[in-house]
């Protein structure tokens, strides 16, 4: 609608009381539909049975993950605004946590916070008059496989990820070589590595290894979720990662600012994700400095 | 002891896969144009929208595609059975089926494991069709 | 690259987050919002788009949240809105 200048200053906004309110058991009802009937309620089993499928196709499993909820962990320490900052993670706290749906431990799971989040996005001609450095659009992408999880034969190989990065990485005129950090969509630890992986960071079953040692985290070689993401800050769909990459680029994230004060690279192009329903759907964004 | 579960929602789409169920008899629309087996039921065929239909009963045999384990308790009815597993069974005849795996213990479930149908007579008018492992 | 089809994020609005008891759902879209408006250092008549991202089921003591029910307690009347779920 920008392009076609129906206006100019859209505003993006997204608030829940989530956790001191009921409307995330109507929430767990209204969704269940018809699976109900044999148990299955809300997106920690749906993704459970991508990721167990995910497990008996290739190397991936709690020793993957724990690098994701540690290292997503680490970032939220630098941030105060994260609903688990001062509340550190080992590998041990994440093995030894409980299990939701199984393979999905407690710290596979998003947080379930009250809270909203907002952005304003408007052209770069306008944007040059404003306060802040903009973080500027440079590619979108799309993809929607949308079957639902009980009857995709594809779980692991179809989330919509690698469709929607192609398009956004040649709207914006890069490859993933350019790219110096990720936001991405994390509403399960697997949904990183998943997504990670249909982004063509590694191939199926690399994640464990491609992870370890700190990739992701602060000091790292590809910063991922800087905020904490919805693992470990705070959930708002797709604003969490959205608005951490704007947040980055413009330069305003005091401790965990990516460059010097991290020892990572400065955020001149940032991959931004977000996925809907159970691996259904996928948005991809190119977000940098220009 | 009344039924403390969720029941399926009947409706024009999925009346006859239901009435099929309480006959023990699982029943899936075969697409009469290009023969694709389709599940849920619905009023066009998803590979090639054709509308004619006819209906087969499965031979209600298939492998374990994927599957979760519930401990956390989202239901009151289903506290009892928790730890309980949640499968995705894809049936000989191609259709994939959300079910439970009955008949073993959650460890022994595994991805491919053959199943065949077991049905839970849950009112007069429902019954669930569920897995145990194939003997 | 063609600047004049260019766009870019200018402004973040936060709110309190964790567990913040007795606050609706709108109440946390209609803070985010306002303070993403100051922080883009615009004002709220410059505004002439909405999209709500999807919103989970109300709570019991909450209606419908409706981009309307957000454009109207802003006092905004947006060339475009629209609900979106991804």
């Known amino acids: 609608m920008l392009d076609a200048g129906l206006c100019q200053n859209v505003l993006i906004s997204y608030g829940h009381n989530a956790l001191s309110s009921d409307s995330m058991l109507a929430m767990l009802m209204d969704f269940a539909g018809d699976d109900a009937v044999f148990g299955h309620f809300g997106a920690t089993g749906g993704y459970a049975l991508a990721a167990r499928r995910a497990m008996h196709e290739f190397n991936t499993g709690p020793q993957t993950w724990k690098h994701i909820a540690v290292d997503q962990r680490a970032w939220a320490n630098l941030n105060p605004l994260a609903v688990m900052h001062g509340r550190p993670m080992s590998f041990d706290n994440y093995l030894s946590s409980k299990y939701v749906v199984e393979p999905l431990r407690l710290p596979d799971n998003c947080l379930v916070n009250d809270g909203g989040r907002a952005v304003i996005v408007t052209t770069l001609e306008r944007a040059r008059d404003l306060r802040h450095r903009p973080a500027v659009i440079l590619g979108l992408g799309q993809h929607n496989p949308s079957v639902q999880v009980a009857q995709s034969g594809a779980l692991t190989d179809s989330t919509g990820a690698r469709k929607a990065c192609e398009t956004a990485l040649s709207m914006a005129g890069i490859t993933r070589d350019d790219v110096d950090a990720c936001e991405i969509y994390d509403c399960f630890t697997y949904t990183v590595e998943v997504t990670l992986q249909d982004y063509g960071f590694f191939g199926p079953g690399e994640g464990e290894a491609w992870f370890a040692g700190g990739t992701i985290g602060p000091g790292g070689r590809m910063p991922v979720n800087t905020s904490g993401g919805q693992l470990s800050e705070a959930y708002y769909m797709g604003l969490t990662p959205l608005s951490e990459a704007a947040m980055q680029i413009m330069g305003r994230c005091g401790d965990r600012q990516l460059g010097p004060a991290t020892e990572t690279n400065e955020p001149n192009i940032i991959l931004v994700s977000d996925n809907g329903g159970i691996l259904q759907a996928h948005s991809c964004c190119v977000l940098g400095r220009i | 002891m009344a039924y403390e579960k969720p029941l399926p929602r009947i409706n024009g789409d999925n009346r006859q896969f239901w009435e099929g169920c309480k006959n023990h008899e699982l029943k899936f629309q075969k697409c009469a144009s290009c023969g694709h087996v389709r599940f849920p039921p619905s009023l066009v065929c998803p590979r090639c929208l054709c509308r004619d239909i006819e209906w087969i009963v499965s031979a209600g045999v298939g492998k374990v595609y994927t599957y979760a384990v519930y401990h956390a308790i989202y239901h009151e009815g289903f506290r009892k059975d928790a730890p309980y597993v949640v499968a995705v069974v894809e049936l000989q005849e191609g259709p994939r089926l959300l079910t439970n795996i009955v008949g073993c213990a959650p460890g022994e479930v595994s991805c491919e494991m053959p199943v065949s149908v077991v049905w839970e007579d849950v009112t007069p008018d429902i019954s669930l069709p569920l897995f145990r492992p194939a003997v | ?86």
């Open chain 3, 1 to 86: 690259m063609n600047r004049e089809k260019t766009y870019a994020i200018v402004g973040v609005g936060y709110t309190p987050q964790g567990r913040v008891p007795g606050r609706t759902s709108l109440s946390f879209h209609l803070e985010a919002c306002t303070n993403a408006i100051a922080d883009a250092g615009l004002a709220k008549d410059d505004i002439d788009g909405l999209v709500c991202y999807r919103h989970f089921p109300a709570s019991s003591d909450e209606n419908d949240l409706t981009p309307y029910l957000v454009a109207q307690h802003l006092g905004i009347e947006p060339a475009y809105l629209s609900q979106d779920a991804n």
